[in-house]
């Protein structure tokens, strides 16, 4: 059972950044699809980015790509979600989420929430104008 707890939200002006971490209790000895997804009030959950463990492998929704960057710390278990030039529409709860597999796994089915068995609490993002 991996546990995903979520961190570094909180209230940015636009083209601001913020850096988003997910501390899993473990991923060591497996490889793991990670990804941040996001839901806005009102919108259903939607894909933000993903990494492979093993790999290094990065993958970005096109809203996202060249202002996001996600990244690992494998000694640490934790992942990360680097936000850069955010816009309000950047604004969300934002939720970790974890499953075990392989590579390509990750690469065909990283934008499905039903490929996910861990998800985290998540942490708000709000960007003003």
């Known amino acids: 059972q ?3 707890v979520e961190s570094g939200g909180g209230s940015v002006q636009a083209g601001g950044s913020l850096r988003l971490a997910c501390a899993a209790s473990e991923y060591t000895g497996s490889s793991y699809c990670m990804g941040w997804f996001r839901q806005a009030p009102g919108k259903e959950r939607e894909w ?30 934790t992942m990360y979600l680097h936000m850069n030039s955010l816009k309000p ?20 089915q990283r934008a ?4 996910y068995a861990y998800w985290g609490q998540g942490t708000q993002v709000t960007v003003s104008p």
């Open 89 to 108: 529409e950047d604004t969300a709860m934002y939720y970790c989420a974890a499953q075990p597999g392989s590579g390509g796994l990750c690469y065909l």
């Open 112 to 115: 499905d929430q039903k490929t």
């Open 48 to 77: 933000v980015a993903s990494i492979y463990t093993s790999t290094n492998s990065t993958y970005y929704a096109d809203s996202v790509k060249g202002r996001f960057t996600i990244s690992q710390d494998n000694p640490k278990n």
């Open 2 to 4: 991996v546990q995903l």
